[in-house]
């Protein structure tokens, strides 16, 4: 058991580009969820999958933000055209089964210039 | 809707000390609880959870949390703190018993420890 990794760890980019982030989950786990983190604030859900299906992505801030899971294992998170008010922490979580303790992983910080 | 309150954004304990933290949360059915730790940087570490059974649940690093169904609180609490114990802690509910998949967080309550 390595843990939840995300790559980048920190990403700087400029107004208007886009960026992506991967998830790597636990692996027997079947469930992937993404979160955002604000300063002062504790993480809001955004979207998560079973296998390769995303099973809730109402919750994605806005027509920006997509996120895939091809293959049932890693997980990208991708923001187009981002936004200064973009800059926050995007964290990931794993787990075994619903409801379970999900496992995170120590975040993707991204900084929008 | 669901939702968790955390009352207390900063508190300061000397070493030694003992710390309970509150947490109160929103929700018609029993909730799935959990307490995670955050340090600088980092990601959420689980301290301790309750889905069901004894209340009074025992965690790492010496941690334990008593759920309340009376006042809707899940608290934290440690009988002795240690400087390495600083850090941001977070009370978070499952709703719909776990199904919808999401966690719902409180905004935290940052620990500070004096030596």
């Known amino acids: 058991d390595t843990g939840v990794s995300q790559d980048p760890r920190h990403k700087i980019t400029k107004r208007g580009q886009n960026v992506t982030f991967r998830c790597d989950p636990i692996?027997?786990?079947?469930?992937l969820y993404w979160y955002r983190q604000t300063l002062g604030q504790g993480p809001e859900f955004l979207t998560y999958?079973?296998?390769?299906?995303?099973?809730?992505k109402s919750r994605l801030l806005s027509d920006r933000f997509s996120a895939e899971r091809p293959k049932g294992s890693f997980s990208t998170l991708e923001i187009q055209r981002t936004e200064q008010g973009d800059s926050a922490m995007y964290l990931c979580a794993s787990s075994l089964f619903l409801p379970d303790t999900q496992y995170f992983g120590p975040g993707t910080r991204l900084t929008v210039l | 809707a669901q939702s968790v309150t955390q009352p207390d954004i900063h508190i300061t304990v000397s070493e030694g000390a003992s710390l309970e933290l509150r947490c109160n949360y929103s929700?018609?059915?029993?909730?799935?609880l959990f307490w995670y730790v955050q340090s600088p940087g980092q990601g959420l570490q689980l301290l301790l959870k309750?889905?069901?059974?004894?209340?009074l649940v025992q965690g790492i690093k010496g941690f334990e949390a008593e759920f309340k169904r009376s006042q809707s609180s899940f608290n934290l609490r440690k009988p002795s703190v240690h400087w390495s114990d600083a850090a941001e802690y977070f009370c978070?509910?499952?709703?719909?018993?776990?199904?919808?998949?999401?966690?719902?967080f409180g905004k935290g309550t940052k620990l500070s420890v004096k030596p």
């Open positions: 929700y018609g059915a029993t909730p799935y």
């Open positions: 309750y889905f069901s059974g004894d209340t």
């Open positions: 999958f079973q296998n390769e299906a995303q099973l809730e």
């Open positions: 692996s027997e786990h079947n469930r």
């Open positions: 978070a509910v499952a709703p719909g018993g776990g199904s919808q998949g999401n966690l719902i």
